[in-house]
């Protein structure tokens, strides 16, 4: 998509999605912050992933959360698993439930990557917690 075509619905849908589960203070910086190198890819994860992905109706954003979570820490994403860790507030996603699913990564991915997973979300709640009683 470029700055002269008109979105597409998928795309708006997206972009409703992205909002609803990182805020829009998060996508404003994302999209601040776009350039012409990366504004096509800003487009493809907006329609792909938050219209395509995440709006579909047979999860629940919980469900999609949590299987994010696990995927994203699984792979060693540390700054998308953060990410995605923060956005539970939107998601309806526990810190049980965050838990658990990088139990499953010690299991199937492996101890190291579950380790560091479980790092990078004590930090983020350690984060939210602070911003909450700032």
Known sequence: MNEASTPSERYRQGMATRRAI???DHVDRAE???TAFDK???D???EAAWGHV???PTF???ERSIVTIALLAALGQDDETAMHVRATANTGASRQDVC???LHVAIYAGVPAANHAIKIAKQVFEQMDAEKTA
């Open 22 to 24: 990182l805020g829009h």
């Open 32 to 34: 601040a912050g776009s």
């Open 40 to 42: 096509p890819f800003q």
């Open 44 to 46: 493809l994860i907006t």
């Open 54 to 56: 995440w709006s579909r």
């Open 60 to 62: 629940t954003k919980r």
């Open 100 to 102: 658990e699913a990088l």
